[in-house]
């Protein structure tokens, strides 16, 4: 059993920065691919990127360029840099963990998912 725990969201102004944790328990973090989700008011929730287990990092195209994934597997922590913040970033964020590792963008190929943290972009 794994258990996620997301922090870092609040309320930032369109341009800004914020950074999301999501700190995982169990001893093989580092084995998952770890992505990230979000779900905006009346919407389907969305794939946002993934950081396999071998290192690799693939972005949706909404967000390429302006997040960045990153983890410290010896803190079994993801993190997810999110810069040039815009209003459409407005959601509940989410991180989940994959067993098999490899990048995956549908929500099914996910095991275990944390709580959320909401993340709104002022304009």
């Known amino acids: 059993q794994v258990q996620l725990v997301e922090s870092g969201g609040g309320l930032v102004q369109a341009g800004g920065s914020l950074r999301l944790s999501c700190a995982a328990s169990g001893r093989i973090f580092s084995s998952y691919a770890m992505g990230w989700f979000r779900q905006a008011p009346g919407k389907e929730r969305e794939f946002v990127g993934v950081?396999?287990?071998?290192?690799?990092?693939y972005y949706a195209g909404s967000v390429k360029g302006r997040f960045t994934i990153s983890r410290d597997n010896a803190k079994n922590t993801v993190y997810l840099q999110m810069d040039n913040l815009k209003t459409e970033d407005t959601a509940v964020y989410y991180c989940?963990?994959?067993?098999?590792?490899?990048?995956?963008?549908?929500?099914?190929?996910?095991?275990?998912w944390g709580q959320g943290t909401q993340v709104t972009v002022s304009s």
């Open positions: 989940a963990a994959a067993q098999d590792g490899t990048a995956r963008t549908a929500l099914r190929a996910y095991d275990y």
């Open positions: 950081s396999t287990s071998g290192g690799s990092r």
